[in-house]
């Protein structure tokens, strides 16, 4: 089994842990071939980012 790596080549590091993220739950955005959705995305964004996407229907289910 290869080490998951991100998109330069690096291995992956812990983007959340409170609570674990991902798609096996190790904090890093690691995906597999039972993952039917898309987990792959980790990006650290500032409270501003946050209100502004939730009042412009970006969250809505």
Sequence with gaps: MTT????LG???????E????GYYRT???QTGPQDTGSHVV????????LTFTA???FCVS
Excluded: D, H, I, Y
């Design 4 to 7: 998951p790596q991100n998109v």
């Design 42 to 49: 980790c990006a650290q964004v500032t409270e501003g980012f």
């Design 27 to 29: 904090g890093t955005c």
């Design 55 to 57: 009042t412009n229907a």
């Design 18 to 21: 409170f609570p674990k993220t």
């Design 10 to 16: 690096r291995p992956l590091q812990v983007c959340g």
